[in-house]
């Protein structure tokens, strides 16, 4: 996909890379109205196809590179400098808070007592050096692909037939998003599976994400990205493998699954595309529901509505003016609290965590996502994947279906931004070949609900293997 080369040096973190050569991966271990059309259509745009250094090291002028260069999949090892560590602290205990809210609810956004007991738990308490061990503690790699170096986990299974799996998470998620699944998806008969049910697994960070390269130009997008994702792939060796995604990683996903490159069998999303015409027209419109929809059908267009009114605010920003968040980027409560107001539903939740109270994620799960990206400073680097999308893409529902033909599986869980109905799912996607509902579990369904996760990976693609 179209990219100027990466040519960032960022002083806030350090990557190391072994420098060992190419690497065989398969021997490695591893108006609401107007506006909201505006808003909710061109903002989370369609999807359909359209025809860092260590910070004490320099390099020299870049040498022209053979084609087995850019190709090189190079072992990688992340240590944050001590100083950042120590200058995260000082920056949060030295917070200008503002005044309490107005109300007593959440509607005027994320609010102080839980910022306040955030920081508190951040500045004294929370060790990001438990979560660099974990990080560490699996396979990293980074290779190039179209000008950009790519990082990605990559842990083979010691099961002779395991399925080849890429996972790719969302905003404001990261690869912590998926530790959790590491050890279930690769490793099934030491969690309660057998060994057909063994993956192996590949989860990339998205471009301007984490430990991923930061895009110097406009172009990458979910249509390019699902692009590299096929092309990362077949430099892995695998002539067949599933994608798995939720939020951005549906829509990579999806866009994987209309581009349909050789070997890919078939994807999971844990956050569908399902939305009919009718049904997204009203909503962008700000109209009334279509007449006839099943209470389950109406129970996600309440959903979709709520969001659509009151939680876009961050998407819009993002997609239309993504530069102007310096604040999130000098401020780490700053970015704590933009991070925190994604969903209504994953905000509550984590106000529940911080209240002594945790459900599927901890104060330290939290704060670890939030510590990446402050450390590897993508506050606004990932927040342009909305720009770009916004900006090179047809417009459309973020949610619309968009007529994906492969074999499709779908986890819709009761607290995601809404839950998508069986009647939806199965007009969505052809080759429907799973559908489940929970009654518990959001957003982050991988990181939440890890063993109900890990348990619809195992049934959605029993039929590919």
């Given amino acids: 996909m179209p990219c100027a080369p990466i040519a ?10 072994k420098a060992d050569g190419p690497l065989d991966e398969r021997h490695a271990q591893m108006s609401r109205r107007q506006g909201l059309k505006l808003g909710a259509a061109s903002i989370m745009a369609s999807l359909l196809p359209v025809p860092a250094l260590s910070a004490t090291q320099t390099e020299s002028a870049p040498k022209e590179k053979t084609m087995a260069d850019n190709a090189a999949v190079r072992p990688f090892h992340f240590e944050a400098p001590q100083a950042d560590l120590t200058d995260l602290r000082k920056r949060i205990s030295a917070t200008k808070w503002p005044d309490r ?52 986990i990559h842990v083979r299974s010691k099961h002779e037939n395991a399925l080849p799996m890429i996972v790719t998470h969302g905003w404001p998620g990261s690869i912590i998003e998926q530790m959790k699944i ?20 590949v989860i990339p960070s998205l471009p301007g994400y984490g ?15 699902a692009k590299a994702w096929a092309t990362l792939m077949q430099r892995l060796g695998y002539t067949k493998y599933v994608a798995q995604g939720g939020d951005w990683g549906n829509a990579i996903s999806e866009v994987m699954a209309l581009q349909q490159p050789p070997g890919l069998l078939g994807m999971h999303t844990n956050m ?13 419109a ?67 965590v911080f209240d002594g109270k945790p459900e599927g994620l901890s104060r330290d799960d939290v704060l670890d996502n939030i510590t990446l990206y402050w450390l590897t400073n993508t506050a606004i680097s990932s927040a342009r994947l909305y720009w770009d999308t916004a900006h090179n893409l047809p417009a459309g529902g973020f949610f619309d279906a968009r007529g994906v033909k492969l074999p499709v599986g779908v986890s819709a869980f009761a ?19 799973h559908y489940n509902k929970f009654p518990k579990g959001g957003h982050f369904a991988a990181w939440e609900q890890t063993a109900i996760f890990v348990s619809e990976m195992r049934a959605t693609f029993k039929s590919l293997r």
């Fill in 415 to 433: 607290e995601e931004i809404y839950q998508a109905p069986k009647s939806w799912s199965e007009k969505a996607y052809v080759k429907l070949i």
């Fill in 182 to 201: 590491i050890g279930p998806l690769t490793n099934p008969t030491a969690h309660g599976g057998t060994a057909a049910d063994a993956f192996h697994l």
């Fill in 101 to 152: 809210e107005q109300v007593t609810d959440a509607s005027q956004g994320v609010q102080l007592a839980t910022m306040q007991k955030l920081a508190q738990y951040w500045a004294s308490e929370h060790d990001w050096r438990k979560c660099e061990a974990k990080i560490n503690a699996v396979p990293n790699f980074i290779t190039e692909i179209d000008g950009l170096d790519i990082h990605f």
């Fill in 272 to 284: 569908a595309a399902t939305v009919p015409p009718d049904v997204s027209k009203a909503l962008s």
């Fill in 211 to 225: 430990f991923s390269g930061k895009p110097t130009a406009p172009g990458w997008n979910p249509v390019s990205i």
């Fill in 8 to 17: 960032e040096e960022d002083g806030a973190f350090k990557m190391k890379e």
């Fill in 286 to 352: 700000g109209g009334a529901p279509p007449a006839g929809l099943s209470p389950e059908e109406k129970h996600a267009w309440d959903q979709l509505d709520d969001f659509y009114k009151n939680g876009l605010g961050y998407a819009n920003e993002m997609a239309l003016r993504p530069q102007t968040l310096y604040g999130i980027v000098d401020s780490p409560v700053g970015l704590a609290g933009w991070i925190l107001d994604h969903d209504i539903r994953s905000y509550q939740m984590i106000v529940r």
